[in-house]
């Protein structure tokens, strides 16, 4: 099995409803995202896939959530946009990005600090 890792980041604010304590208020992170794919495979150049073209996959999630206020954005008007869901998110919308069934999202795990993150498997 073979695992390509890529690091990105995007700036947001949010809030976290029913939650007791400061992050209730309205605050923002520079949240860091790694986005780990695995394959069983290689294609003929001997990659998993393109870096360039994971990238810019990734990238393109990040444009949807670089600069916004989280909580008004269609994924998390029901739920909080915790790191947590944001993880959740950023791995169900690069699994539809991907379109290539050998290439799997293996984990997602989104930094809201240097010392606290959330990794989801999906």
């Not at 949240?31 to 394959?39: A, D, N, Q």
């Not at 954005?73 to 993880?87: C, G, R, V």
């Not at 791995?91 to 010392?115: F, G, N």
């Amino acid at each position: 099995m073979y695992e390509l890792k890529v690091i990105t980041n995007f700036s947001a604010a949010h809030q976290l409803k029913e939650f007791e304590g400061a992050c209730e208020d309205l605050h923002g992170h520079n949240w860091k995202i790694e986005v780990c794919v695995t394959s069983a495979t290689l294609h003929e150049a001997g990659v998993v896939i393109d870096f360039r073209i994971l990238k810019k996959h990734v990238n393109q999630i990040m444009e949807s959530l670089d600069h916004k206020f989280l909580n008004e954005l269609d994924p998390f008007k029901d739920q909080n946009p915790s790191s947590e869901n944001i993880a959740r998110y950023v791995a169900e919308q690069l699994a539809i990005l991907l379109q290539d069934p050998e290439i799997k999202v293996s984990r997602v795990t989104a930094w809201e600090s240097e010392t606290a993150s959330a990794t989801y498997y999906p």
